[in-house]
């Protein structure tokens, strides 16, 4: 496809999205949330067995501490998404449910013992994650490099994805990071420009861009994956352009979820996107280029994750039996 014909095609689809999107809000919310946001409770035997190692092991998942809807799902086909670095975030960012304050003092053990776990649940492809800690000078970063390469090291053929914090965009906590040789990069962008400073006050839509930039001149042979939430009062023509701006970044994967209050203290809900409208999504963004697009009003960043690699073409070369998300 020539250039100009990619052009013509973006702004038709564009029109299309805008037709369907378009509007601030299409009617009043429900009093009760759609049909298809609906999930079972969770419980079962798998996940009683991984709630039983986390605190055997002492450590947090983000599956528990944002109350994601889909735990129950993950955790009963045994897996999960490890959060590093204690359960309290130094910022406060008004859609997140994870504690925030002054955290603890970091164990160094820690990366041993998600290692540890993840050997034990025989994963293929592990998740890792982490609070923001503004409080460490490199931000967390080696905490994370050292979490990478416990888990090469106990697990052969397990593929690690990081979903990092901004690091305040410092360039020497990305390059630790990256030198640890993750086989996906993850720092989601979470909004549109407009709303960063009710949504996320201590973050700057340009450093995402940056840190985006940064990534892939310290490793451009490493993935890079990002996620936005939908319903904090974006329009459509906001959020196609940030899917622009990512690509213009050259990110491989792009999530894209409904967001879903935790609380009457955090930031209302605009919306609710239907599944047929993240569908028109996933296509602008296929279109635009990106290698995987995962959209859905359940998705989260990190929900079907190993699915996500597979699909994007980036599967590594583990062969164990079950997979993070």
Avoid at 10 to 28: F, K, S
Avoid at 156 to 171: A, H, I, K, R, T
Avoid at 230 to 257: C, K, N, P, Q, Y
Avoid at 261 to 290: I, K, N, Q, V
Wanted: proline letters at 6%; charged letters at 25%.
């Amino acid at each position: 496809m020539s250039a100009q014909a990619e052009i013509f095609w973006q702004h038709e689809m564009a029109e299309t999205l805008y037709q369907i999107l378009g509007r601030h809000r299409a009617e009043p919310l429900p009093e009760r949330k759609p049909s298809w946001l609906k999930v079972k409770a969770p419980g079962g035997p798998n996940y009683a067995r991984l709630r039983h190692l986390m605190r055997e092991l002492d450590l947090h998942t983000v599956c528990e501490e944002a109350h994601c809807p889909n735990v129950g799902e993950c955790w009963e086909h045994g897996t999960a998404t490890f959060m590093i670095l204690g359960d309290v975030c130094t910022r406060n960012c008004g859609y997140c449910a994870v504690a925030h304050g002054r955290p603890p003092k970091y164990d160094l053990s820690e990366p041993g013992r998600v290692a540890a776990a993840i050997a034990e649940m025989r994963l293929q492809h592990a998740v890792i994650t982490s609070v923001d800690r503004d409080d460490l000078p490199d931000f967390g970063a080696y905490i994370f490099a050292d979490t990478i390469r416990q888990i090469h090291d106990q697990v052969p053929g397990c593929s690690v994805e990081v979903l990092v914090p901004d690091f305040q965009g410092n360039v020497d906590s990305i390059r630790t990071v990256l030198d640890a040789r993750p086989e996906i990069y993850n720092h989601n962008t979470e909004t549109v420009p407009r709303l960063y400073k009710r949504a996320r006050p201590g973050g700057r839509y340009e450093r995402v861009m940056k840190i985006f930039r940064d990534a892939k001149t310290i490793a451009p042979d490493i993935p890079t994956k990002t996620g936005i939430i939908l319903g904090l009062g974006e329009t459509v023509e906001e959020v196609v352009a940030v899917m622009r701006d990512l690509r213009s970044v050259d990110v491989d994967i792009l999530t894209l979820g409904q967001y879903l209050r935790p609380s009457e203290d955090h930031l209302p809900l605009d919306r609710y996107y239907t599944p047929d409208e993240f569908r028109e999504l996933a296509r602008t963004g296929r279109g635009m280029g990106f290698r995987h697009v995962e959209a859905g009003p359940l998705v989260r960043s990190s929900y079907h994750a190993w699915e996500q690699v597979s699909a994007a073409g980036l599967a590594g070369t583990g062969n164990r039996e079950t997979e993070a998300a």
